[in-house]
C-alpha cells in the first residue's frame, strides 16, 4: 500500500506563487506516474500535471501552461508542483496521485491507483 501525503498549500495573492509536495511511501515509487489534480468547490477534480516515472515527459492542463512545473526526486520519493503567477481560479484542493507500474505520463484520473489527502489553495484577488 502506498500513502501519499501533501504539503505546501495555503493562501496566496494573485501573482503569487506556491510550491506544493507529495510524498510517497514505499519502495516502488519510481516505477509510478505521478500526478496532479485539484477540485473547486462544486466542480469536479480535473488534470493539472502529469509526469512520467523517469521525470523525462510531463504534460500540463492547458489552463496552468507556462505557469505550473511538475518535477519528481526518486531518490527522496517526492513529487512537486511548482506554481506561479497564480489566479484567482486557481483556489482549488489539488491532490497528488500516483498511477502503479505506468512509466508514461497519465492524465485521466481512473488510470491512478492511490491519491493523498489534499491541500487547500487559495488565491485572493
Known amino acids: 500500500q502506498v500513502q501519499l501525503v501533501e504539503s505546501g498549500g495555503g493562501l496566496v495573492q494573485a501573482g503569487g506563487s506556491l510550491r506544493l509536495s507529495c510524498v510517497a511511501s514505499g519502495r516502488a515509487f519510481s516505477t509510478y506516474a505521478m500526478g496532479w489534480f485539484r477540485q473547486a468547490l462544486g466542480n469536479e477534480r480535473e488534470f493539472v500535471a502529469g509526469?512520467?516515472?523517469?521525470?523525462?515527459?510531463?504534460n500540463y492542463a492547458d489552463s496552468v501552461k507556462g505557469r505550473f512545473t511538475i518535477s519528481r526526486d526518486n531518490a527522496k520519493n517526492l513529487v512537486y508542483l511548482q506554481m506561479n503567477a497564480l489566479k484567482p481560479e486557481d483556489t482549488a484542493v489539488y491532490y497528488c496521485?500516483?498511477?502503479?507500474?505506468?512509466?508514461?505520463?497519465?492524465?485521466?484520473?481512473?488510470?491512478?491507483?492511490?491519491w493523498g489527502q489534499g491541500t487547500q489553495v487559495s488565491v485572493s484577488a
Open positions: 496521485a500516483g498511477a502503479r507500474s505506468v512509466f508514461s505520463v497519465a492524465v485521466s484520473p481512473n488510470t491512478y491507483n492511490y
Open positions: 509526469i512520467s516515472w523517469s521525470g523525462s515527459s510531463t
